[in-house]
């Protein structure tokens, strides 16, 4: 079993047709096919339902793709420590949650810089897509925002305390307060994004907004269809539909008419944390000093 069949096997997994992972590889479809089978005679099973259309995994194929995935990223992730290990080639890969970039401007744009002496790949991702990511060894670290309970295996360290303020409407009962109680936050409806995409800190606000709990389930409004971005709960906000809670450096980057911003008693911060599966890659120390000892 090689790891180029692997990568091939993978390709044909995630297209689920021979022609289109073919085009993707940049291979002739009839060599990819070759491939496959002589992986599948190796381990002496069948990977793949064919159709004349499209081809389906078999339950070994789910199997050996979970571990195809872990290896080929594992392979890279050796490839790019043997080329740093002579100081002359440093590359890293790291997600970033959104909205991080507003607190950390400063900070990623001279991680990415060349004075940095790295090479860093970055994408944006949703807290438990870049905490996947790290698990399965696809990326080398990720800035996620707090992290739950489950998460706290992984190596981590906390980059930034982020306040977190409320965005009311205009209109609201509490616009005229300086500085919004907890208290009087019980009845009110709390709208944030889904709970599945950021678990941690969604647990964390929540916690602390509404430390008695949610007295009914559609106090907190989650509609991934509505709520589907920072602005997106900024508007429903605008429109009447509740308080959110937001850092102010958010809310300084997407000015939505109709709301106002006000402080917590008691205030309200948020972990921004560097997180990585050991061992760790070696860069990675440099890069913490880079975005903890920044100021923005």
Not at 69 to 86: H, I, K, P, S, T
Not at 106 to 132: C, H, K, M, N, Y
Not at 183 to 204: K, N, Q, S, Y
Not at 224 to 236: G, H, M, Y
Request: charge should be negative.
């Amino acid at each position: 079993m090689e790891l180029r069949q692997l990568q091939y096997f993978v390709a044909v997994a995630e297209e689920r047709h021979f022609g289109r992972a073919a085009r993707r590889l940049r291979i002739a479809a009839p060599s990819l096919s070759q491939q496959i089978q002589a992986l599948e005679r190796d381990l002496h099973i069948t990977l793949l339902e064919r159709s004349p259309r499209s081809v389906a995994l078999t339950p070994a194929g789910e199997v050996l793709l979970e571990h195809a995935r872990v290896l080929l990223a594992r392979a890279e992730r050796a490839r790019n420590e043997v080329q740093c290990a002579d100081g002359r080639h440093r590359h890293l890969t790291l997600r970033v949650a959104p909205t991080v970039e507003h607190v950390l401007d400063g900070p990623l744009r001279q991680l990415s810089g060349s004075e940095s002496g790295l090479e860093v790949t970055t994408a944006t991702s949703t807290d438990s897509e870049a905490i996947r990511a790290v698990r399965e060894e696809h990326i080398d670290a990720a800035i996620v925002w707090a992290r739950a309970t489950q998460d706290q295996d992984l190596s981590g360290t906390i980059l930034r305390q982020v306040p977190v303020h409320l965005a009311l409407p205009a209109g609201h009962r509490l616009a005229a307060a300086e500085t919004v109680p907890v208290a009087d936050l019980a009845a009110e409806t709390i709208v944030m994004f889904p709970r599945d995409l950021f678990l941690g800190i969604w647990d964390h606000i929540i916690g602390h907004l509404l430390p008695a709990g949610p007295p009914h389930l559609d106090q907190v409004l989650t509609q991934p269809d509505l709520i589907n971005s920072p602005e997106a709960v900024l508007r429903s906000v605008a429109a009447g539909h509740g308080v959110a809670p937001v850092a102010p450096a958010m809310a300084e980057h997407l000015p939505v008419p109709g709301i106002l911003i006000r402080p917590l008693a008691p205030p309200l911060l948020a972990p921004v944390e560097l997180i990585w599966r050991e061992p760790a890659h070696p860069a990675l120390q440099h890069v913490v000093a880079l975005l903890a000892g920044t100021e923005v």
